[in-house]
């Protein structure tokens, strides 16, 4: 059985290698934002999500990842809700083009440039200028930015 659980100070090694593992943004990872999806039986660490604040008021869900031997089996979708019913109002969020469809079922849309807050105008050009655009199964996969007004 899978639990939901805030993270401790303990736990931050195994967040970090997790969030790594995921090949996902490795910044700003401090545990205090998190919550765990472990595993009851072994605690084994089988997902990470976390809310981070930016300095321009803007909230955005952050570092969700599933182990891989636990994806598919709804691990992600617990996390996400969770964090969703935990935090109302508006949140951001960046993901592969490829996701965008997973995080629609939950309210999210992409937004435009103009729509951004600064943090993510910054982000965008960032990525722009460091992050050539990758090929996952022969197409392009760009970053989006994505918004539930809440």
């Known amino acids: ?19 790594h593992a995921a090949h996902i943004n490795p910044m700003d990872l401090k545990w205090q934002h998190f919550v765990l999806a472990v595993d009851e039986a072994s605690g084994a660490l089988v997902g990470t999500v976390q809310i981070k604040s930016h300095r321009d008021g803007s909230r955005e869900l952050a570092s969700l990842a599933v182990a891989p031997e636990w994806q598919g089996q709804g691990v992600a979708r617990r996390l996400v809700e969770h964090m969703l019913a935990q935090n109302p109002g508006v949140l951001y969020l960046t993901c592969r083009s490829t996701l965008g469809p997973l995080y629609q079922k939950f309210g999210f849309r992409i937004v435009d440039p103009s729509e951004m807050t600064p943090y993510f105008r910054r982000l965008i050009r ?4 460091l992050w050539p655009l990758m090929r996952r199964g022969g197409r392009a996969v760009t970053l989006l930015v994505m918004k539930r007004d809440g």
Request: aromatic share 0%.
């Open 126 to 129: 960032a990525v722009k200028l």
């Open 1 to 19: 059985m899978i639990v939901l659980r805030p993270a401790t100070a303990a736990d931050q090694a195994r967040l970090t290698a997790h969030v």
